[in-house]
């Protein structure tokens, strides 16, 4: 799944393609893709100008003019890319928003996870599941002092947490392993009983390593793409994640792999402390 590095890479690339035109027609080939009734979604945006993207944790947000907001999750495999309108319609291809200039945006989706919204400008937290989110990594309000308090509070494990979102957003699997071994803590620790020192290595190696994969234009282990066509260049910079059964980078010991929250993790046995607390150890 594109995490927040990787859509912000989609972000950039996207913006000078479609900044500032017109949308003329909207197709929609699988009405899924589409929060609500994709006929009225493709009839809104009919004569539409695109302002700007931003984005939001792992969410794209296309502003509009008329004070409307298009917003758009990846999840698993979505990728978009300009054409011409009137080129073959492939198999995985979804929608597409064809602009008086000529050219079109096309929506892909292997597994069609992805999906679309509509909203007015300004209620996307009360809309959409942006409202479910936590904050950024590397924002004013993600601080040290906020990471602490926010996992003194918790007692699921570190990786779950980190997982759902609700504390920071735009980390997934990929980046979780990665900060959780640069910052020597176990993935099943309770967040509660990580050390205030350890849960201030995981919100510096949180923005370190967030801030360095956007950089590089984020991390193209299986199918990641940007609106270029380009892949990442972090997986080059990976210490854990896909290195299950070779040994660690710091201590040697060989790297292992289980499962949390459903999700393939893998961490070192020996340098990754298992936080508890203590009436959990009895």
């Given at each position: 799944m594109p995490e927040m590095p990787e859509v912000e890479t989609v972000r950039r690339t996207l913006t000078p393609l479609v900044a500032g035109k017109t949308i003329k027609k909207v197709e929609v080939w699988y009405d899924k893709i589409i929060a609500g009734d994709a006929r009225a979604f493709a009839q809104k945006l009919a004569g539409k100008q695109i302002l700007r993207v931003d984005r939001y944790g792992k969410f794209l947000l296309f502003r509009l003019s008329d004070n409307l907001t298009l917003v758009s999750h990846l999840r698993m495999e979505g990728k978009y890319r300009l054409l011409a309108p009137q080129a073959a319609v492939g198999k995985h291809d979804h929608v597409q928003f064809a602009f008086t200039d000529g050219t079109a945006l096309r929506y892909s989706d292997v597994r069609k996870f992805g999906r679309m919204q509509?909203?007015?400008?300004?209620?996307?937290?009360?809309?959409?599941?942006?409202?479910?989110?936590?904050?950024?990594?590397?924002?004013?309000?993600?601080?040290?002092?906020?990471?602490?308090?926010?996992?003194?509070?918790?007692?699921?494990?570190?990786?779950?947490?980190?997982?759902?979102?609700?504390?920071?957003?735009?980390?997934?699997?990929?980046?979780?392993?990665?900060?959780?071994?640069?910052?020597?803590?176990?993935?099943?620790?309770?967040?509660?009983?990580?050390?205030?020192?350890?849960?201030?290595?995981?919100?510096?190696?949180?923005?370190?390593?967030?801030?360095?994969?956007?950089?590089?234009?984020?991390?193209?282990?299986?199918?990641?793409?940007?609106?270029?066509?380009?892949?990442?260049?972090?997986?080059?910079?990976?210490?854990?994640?896909?290195?299950?059964?070779?040994?660690?980078?710091?201590?040697?010991?060989?790297?292992?792999?289980?499962?949390?929250?459903?999700?393939?993790?893998?961490?070192?046995?020996?340098?990754?402390?298992l936080y508890r607390e203590k009436h959990k150890q009895d």
């Open positions: 509509l909203v007015e400008t300004g209620t996307e937290r009360e809309q959409t599941g942006i409202g479910k989110l936590g904050v950024e990594p590397n924002s004013p309000e993600f601080t040290r002092d906020f990471l602490c308090r926010a996992l003194a509070k918790k007692s699921k494990k570190i990786k779950n947490l980190l997982l759902d979102q609700s504390v920071v957003c735009g980390l997934g699997n990929i980046y979780c392993d990665e900060v959780l071994w640069q910052s020597r803590i176990h993935p099943l620790s309770q967040a509660s009983a990580i050390p205030s020192e350890k849960v201030t290595a995981l919100h510096d190696n949180i923005n370190q390593t967030i801030a360095l994969a956007t950089k590089l234009r984020g991390t193209t282990v299986h199918t990641f793409l940007d609106a270029d066509g380009q892949s990442g260049q972090f997986q080059k910079k990976l210490q854990v994640y896909g290195h299950a059964g070779e040994p660690c980078q710091r201590c040697g010991t060989v790297l292992e792999k289980i499962k949390v929250s459903g999700r393939g993790t893998t961490f070192c046995p020996q340098c990754q402390v």
